[in-house]
């Protein structure tokens, strides 16, 4: 297991997280209230990660997560 932090440089009232391996299989899903970082973990095998941060207004960011 890795754990994760993303900044996202405001606070955002609403968030959603979703990330999905290489074949778009979503392995996390999370809602978070309010917040200005987002934390969350990766199970699984080492590889390529994409992370959506998404805010009531829409997409707010994405990331490529590495886990080695």
């Known amino acids: 297991t890795d754990n994760f932090t993303l900044n996202l440089g405001q606070?955002?009232?609403?968030?959603?997280?979703?990330?999905t391996d290489v074949l778009?299989?979503?392995?996390?899903?999370?809602?978070?209230?309010?917040?200005s970082e987002v934390?969350?973990?990766?199970?699984?095998?080492?590889g390529v990660y994409l992370v959506e941060i998404w805010t009531n207004a829409g997409l707010l960011t994405t990331a490529k997560v590495i886990k080695e």
């Open 11 to 19: 606070t955002y009232p609403g968030i959603e997280l979703k990330i």
């Open 24 to 35: 778009g299989e979503i392995v996390v899903s999370k809602n978070v209230e309010s917040a």
């Open 39 to 46: 934390q969350f973990e990766i199970q699984g095998k080492p």
